[in-house]
Every structure is written in C-alpha cells, then in structure tokens.
C-alpha cells in the first residue's frame, strides 16, 4: 500500500508559563503532514490542558492544502477548544488564507474567539486583551527561526 509522504512545514512552541502556545505553518499541506502535526500539537500542549489557554499562530508562508486535510484541522480545533484553547489569533497574509483558515478554525462556543491579523503587533495586542501577557519579542524571535527539519 502506498503512503504519501507528508508536505508542508510547522513548528510549535509552548510557553507554558503564560499558557500561550505558538504555532506558525508554512507551504502546501496535504493530509498526512496535518495529521502529524495534530500529533505534535496534542503532545505539546498537554501541560495546559484543563487551564484556559491562547493559541498564536502565524501562516504568512501557508501555502493552503488539501481538501482532505480540511477535517483533521477543524477536529483539531474542536479538540483545542474542549481542552481550554480560549482564543485563536493568526498572522495572515491574504483575505484567501484566512478564509482557508477561518473554514477550519470556526468554533460554536460561548468562550473561544477567534481572530485574524495582519501583523505580530496585533496578534500580541489581541490576546493582551483577553489577559495572555505575550512578549512582542518572544513572538517574533519565533517567527524567525527556521523550521525544524522533518525526517520520515
């Protein structure tokens, strides 16, 4: 049986000290790079589970993906929300990529916000304003870093 190799670039970086976790994602996704990163994302953030956390994540370089990955990521962000994810915030480059992404990270509740910027600067004042103290710093040193090298 043949398997696809998994595309498409991420990285994720908790700051369990302010229950902020980071995440920026890059190039043309196909399912079995989202089902990896779920993997890794779940693992991650296990420390924040059952505490009200914020998700900022930074998709300038998101190339969109597969129609197949679609469900894994809205799963996720269904997962994120039952765990106490209480806000998404993304860096977005276009109207498309946010609507891709708004698509996928809609969820009905009372608690969680989501939200798509232009900038690190509003996506640290968006969670500001939900009381996550993010160092404008932190966020933009991780934006920088290259993208860890992913070996099947």
Same mark, same amino acid.
């Given at each position: 049986?043949?398997?696809?190799?998994?595309?498409?670039?991420?990285?994720?970086?908790?700051?369990?000290?302010?229950?902020?976790?980071?995440? +920026?994602r890059?190039?043309?996704?196909?399912?079995?790079?989202a089902?990896?990163?779920?993997d890794?994302?779940?693992?991650?953030?296990?420390?924040?589970?059952?505490?009200?956390?914020?998700?900022?994540?930074?998709?300038?370089?998101?190339?969109?993906?597969?129609?197949?990955?679609?469900?894994?990521? +809205?799963?996720?962000?269904q997962?994120?929300?039952?765990n106490g994810?209480?806000?998404?915030?993304?860096?977005?480059?276009?109207?498309?990529g946010?609507?891709?992404?708004?698509?996928?990270?809609?969820?009905?509740?009372?608690?969680?916000?989501?939200?798509?910027?232009?900038?690190?600067?509003?996506?640290?004042?968006?969670?500001?304003?939900?009381?996550?103290?993010?160092?404008?710093e932190?966020?933009?040193?991780?934006?920088? +870093?290259?993208?860890?090298?992913?070996?099947?």
């Amino acid at each position: 049986m043949f398997t696809q190799r998994a595309h498409g670039n991420w990285d994720i970086q908790l700051l369990e000290s302010i229950n902020v976790v980071l995440i +920026k994602r890059g190039g043309a996704w196909n399912k079995e790079a989202a089902l990896q990163y779920v993997d890794e994302f779940k693992h991650k953030i296990r420390p924040l589970i059952g505490q009200n956390w914020a998700s900022v994540g930074y998709a300038v370089d998101y190339g969109l993906g597969v129609p197949e990955m679609d469900e894994v990521i +809205k799963q996720l962000y269904q997962w994120m929300v039952k765990n106490g994810c209480v806000c998404q915030t993304t860096v977005v480059k276009s109207v498309i990529g946010a609507q891709h992404l708004s698509r996928m990270a809609s969820v009905a509740s009372d608690i969680y916000q989501l939200k798509f910027v232009h900038s690190p600067e509003q996506a640290v004042e968006f969670v500001e304003t939900l009381g996550f103290q993010l160092p404008l710093e932190q966020l933009v040193q991780f934006i920088e +870093k290259p993208y860890p090298d992913r070996i099947d």
